[in-house]
């Protein structure tokens, strides 16, 4: 059973950091890339940032990078999300999602590329 747990998320202060975790089983790691996406009430599912295991290659949404860092532990199975500087505007359910590929195409941050999606972790960012 493909599983995708995401893990980190919480109440933090205007500034601050968390960092994100998503464990994930049931597949074969390294033939898939995982994506992070996230969600703000009334607002669409918007992607964030993907990464492939087999070579880290990542792609990364214009709009965050420089505040927000993938990477991915393979001996772990598990793609962490670094965030930092964060704002109000982060305020949002995060999910992090599975695509098979890996080995043969870069990784995107478009939703329809992902088969798999995990429960998703609640991020409030207090101003």
């Known amino acids: 059973e493909v599983q995708l747990v995401e893990s980190g998320g919480g109440l933090v202060q205007a500034g601050g950091s968390l960092r994100l975790s998503c464990a994930a089983s049931g597949f074969t790691f390294d033939e898939y890339y995982i994506g992070w996406f996230r969600q703000a009430p009334g607002k669409e599912r918007e992607g964030i940032s993907c990464i492939s295991s087999t070579d880290d290659r990542t792609d990364n949404a214009d709009s965050l990078k420089g505040r927000f860092t993938i990477s991915s532990d393979n001996a772990k199975n598990t793609v962490y999300l670094q965030m930092d500087s964060l704002k109000p505007g982060d305020t949002a359910v995060y999910y992090c999602?599975?695509?098979?590929?890996?080995?043969?195409?870069?990784?995107?941050?478009?939703?329809?590329?992902?088969?798999?999606w995990g429960q998703g972790t609640q991020v409030t960012v207090s101003s």
């Open positions: 999602a599975a695509a098979y590929g890996a080995t043969y195409y870069p990784c995107q941050i478009k939703e329809y590329a992902y088969s798999y």
